[in-house]
């Protein structure tokens, strides 16, 4: 993320964007900014980086509002996809030893006692490989389609629903607890 | 009716609940691209530490020469005053030697 100079790189780079009105880039931002920040937040786990990550997915619209092609998809999925490359990056950066790329992980039960039932979740969430991560935060957090998915996150259909699939299993055997007591034992929301 | 395991576990999740996007971003992204007129009414500037102490101690110290008396000076003679253009030398030089008495008179 760069230091607050961001201003100045956001003024001189009003001289590039030639196809996007100052109006257009207000309203995408408006309609977009909750779901991209949402899903920054739930992917790294940390606000601060999340608000980070956002913020540079909209200077790179900004800069280069061509790259979006409403031809072959949504601006949300546009949107998506390069704050979805932000987190990647940033995943990459602050969590050198998690393999980005392993999707098949099969992940067993978390030590979760003593945590309120909304933190469990955000245990057994963040715990899960990335990839399998941001698809179940798109499903279910979001409610994204399926084929919205694939075009966000850059994947086939058949990739998006095996992810998914896993990511369900994967959280089904770290949740067993709060699953069999349905909510009760644990915590104190529930 | 007994929910079912995939419902169960939707519910579940349900229970994370995340915050929307904070104002500050709005400053952030938008904040940046307000007109110049708005900017300098409202606008910050971030200062490193070291730089703002260096400032503030230039501050006080040029406060303290301001308020300080200043030493009388003795005045300047107006040398600018003196001007040689039209200046000839005497053509004839008569020296008398005048005393006190015949100046009285």
């Known amino acids: 993320m760069l230091p607050r100079d961001e201003r100045i790189l956001l003024t001189l780079s009003c001289k590039l964007a030639v196809d996007m009105t100052d109006a257009d880039f207000r309203d995408a931002y408006r309609t977009n900014k909750d779901v991209l920040y949402r899903y920054a937040r739930r992917m790294t786990g940390w606000a601060t980086a999340a608000e980070d990550i956002v913020h540079d997915a909209f200077l790179a619209l900004w800069r280069n509002s061509s790259g979006y092609d409403a031809g072959r998809g949504t601006m949300r999925s546009y949107l998506l996809g390069v704050t979805r490359n932000l987190a990647l990056q940033r995943l990459r950066r602050d969590r050198p030893h998690e393999e980005l790329d392993e999707d098949a992980s099969v992940i067993g039960p978390l030590d979760i006692a003593g945590l309120e039932r909304g933190e469990m979740v955000a245990r057994a969430v963040g715990a899960l490989p990335p990839l399998q991560r941001e698809t179940l935060i798109l499903a279910e957090y979001e409610e994204l389609s399926l084929e919205e998915i694939g075009r966000a996150t850059n994947a086939e259909l058949a990739a998006v629903k095996s992810r998914l699939h896993r990511a369900r299993e994967n959280l089904r055997r770290m949740l067993t607890p709060l699953l069999e007591t349905k909510g009760t034992g644990y915590g104190t929301n529930g | ?105």
């Not at chain 2, 709005?26 to 409202?42: C, T, Y």
């Not at chain 2, 003679?77 to 008179?105: C, K, T, W, Y």
């Open chain 2, 1 to 105: 009716m007994e929910p079912t395991d995939d419902a169960r576990l939707k519910r579940l999740l349900r229970e994370w609940k995340v915050e929307d996007a904070p104002r500050s971003l709005d400053e952030r992204v938008l904040g940046g691209r307000q007109p110049w007129w708005k900017a300098l009414i409202g606008g910050s500037v971030r200062v490193p530490v070291p730089v703002a102490l260096a400032l503030a101690v230039l501050f006080v110290a040029m406060g303290v020469a301001l308020m300080r008396p200043r030493a009388v000076s003795p005045p300047a003679i107006a040398s600018s005053a003196i001007d040689l253009a039209n200046f000839r030398p005497v053509e004839h030089v008569q020296v008398r030697i005048m005393r006190g008495s015949d100046v009285d008179q």
